[in-house]
């Protein structure tokens, strides 16, 4: 892998702004961007070959046609923006970000930019351009709140990504993505966390000992199992790092009677190919597709986690039968149509402290997931406040759109993209911070330290493995029966 560093000069010149925290000054003048080995005196060529071959195989070009004829310098979009509220630099703006890109598509892509072009000397693609896009791409956490203020319908979040894509096909892309997603394709583990099978075999036996010990009831985690309902797969880091979400969505599963199964040669829903490479976005989904195929189960399930559960909700159909697909559900959808037809009992005021939840920009900002996840807390929380906004108009976390893997990025994850977020979550008081997603709760633990807020981040199956009445629920067990 080969680094390339901008000077303090370049950066000091492209981001001049008088509301930047001191350690986002440090940090735009000290991070770096992995780059692939390649020709670096060539990059201007070769993004435009990228471009003209993604031009090619995709529909992009009917999306960039429109917003080339729309102006893009209103700046309505600036006051959704959370990191443009943050720094109030003008280069924070989506709609500045968006033009570094269609001004490239126009100038070298449409009869009229390249004939101006051509007769005028000006507007040739340049080693500073592709800089300067590299910084703001990677520094828009694609929350998409910026569509909802457009007069026009443009979609910055859907320019970003297109910009991002480019660049990955060139070589510039963070190493952290580049290289879990590989170990994920072609790896011996098959998963972004190198999790060898043996180790989450012994992970899964540890917890079902666990639950034992604190239930009396054997929960346990199927594997392999032909012909069930549902292919469960989480974030692979949930393996690691979120025990008790696992241990909730597996007693659940107890309670209700499910079928269910975690396969044990690709146990990673985790689809980093949705904040940088479609090409790696498609073989993921073709991954776990034929998994489902091998097991023959009619749906797929995706644990807590946001991007994991869009990419397969919405990829699916595109890539792998359209309208014949198999459905894919999120594991928050599962429980609510469990405690609703009367199969999932929680017991009322099992958490008296008080709680709020963050909506993952994944799945609530097209309004698929919103209400769900509030009918299963009242429930049995009997403290439940809301942040302002939520749902659809939620606050990103301040990690969206991969940025949150990127770790030498975190002070500007906390001080800059997470701000907004932090002050809704200090507001509210609360003792826990539900958050659904295997990256909003990294961003979101790492932003409660960093600004100093009394919260426990959890996921709601931490709270809920606390709360089921088995005796009550479809299957009807209790601690008793099971150790009698």
Known sequence: MRTRIITAEQREKAFASTKKPQVIEKQRLDVRYHVEDYEVEDRPRRFLEAFAAILKHTNYRFALEHFIRISTKCSRCAVQCPVYQATGDAHDIPCYRSELLLSVYRRHFTIAGSLRGRLLGTG??????????????????????????????????????????????????????????????????????????????????????????????????????????????????????????????????????????????????????????????????????????????????????????????????????????????????????????????????????????????????????????????????????????????????GGGGGTVSIDEIRPYRTAVGGKAKADQIRATGAKYLIAPCANCKKQLRELVEDQKIDCEVVGLHDLIYKAIDYKGSYAGLSATQEKG
Not at 163 to 181: C, H, M
Request: aromatic share 8%; charged share 25%; proline share 5%.
């Open 124 to 397: 040739h693609l340049t080693d500073e351009k592709i800089e300067e896009m590299a910084d703001s791409f990677w520094n828009c956490t694609a929350c998409r709140r910026c569509t909802m203020e457009c007069p026009s319908g443009i979609d910055h979040a859907l320019i970003t990504h297109l910009g991002r894509f480019i660049l990955s096909e060139i070589g510039i892309a963070p190493r952290a993505l580049v290289v879990s997603t590989r170990e994920q394709l072609e790896g011996a583990t098959a998963n972004t966390s190198a999790i060898p099978l043996p180790a989450l075999k012994d992970t899964l036996e540890f917890l079902e000992e666990d639950m034992k010990e604190e239930t009396g009831i054997d929960i346990d985690f199927p594997l392999d199992v032909e012909g069930v309902e549902y292919l469960f797969t989480p974030a692979v880091s949930d393996f690691l790092m979120e025990a008790e979400t696992l241990m909730g969505i597996a007693a659940v599963f107890k309670a209700t009677g499910g079928s269910w199964t975690i396969s044990t040669k690709y146990y990673d829903a985790i689809n980093y190919g949705l904040f940088y490479s479609d090409r790696m976005l498609e073989r993921i989904i073709r991954k776990l597709y034929a998994e489902s195929e091998r097991l023959n189960t009619p749906n797929i399930l995706i644990g807590e986690c946001g991007h994991a559960s869009r990419s397969a909700k919405y990829y699916v159909p595109v890539h792998c039968g359209g309208e014949n697909a198999k459905p894919v559900l999120n594991i928050m959808e599962y429980t609510l149509k469990m405690l609703e037809n009367g199969k999932l009992k929680l017991k009322p005021d099992t958490i008296t402290d008080r709680v709020t939840y963050h909506d993952p920009c994944n799945i609530a900002r097209q309004g698929w997931i919103v209400e769900q996840p509030r009918k299963i807390i009242r429930a049995f929380c009997s403290d439940f406040v809301e942040m302002t906004p939520r749902g659809t108009e939620n606050i990103c976390c």
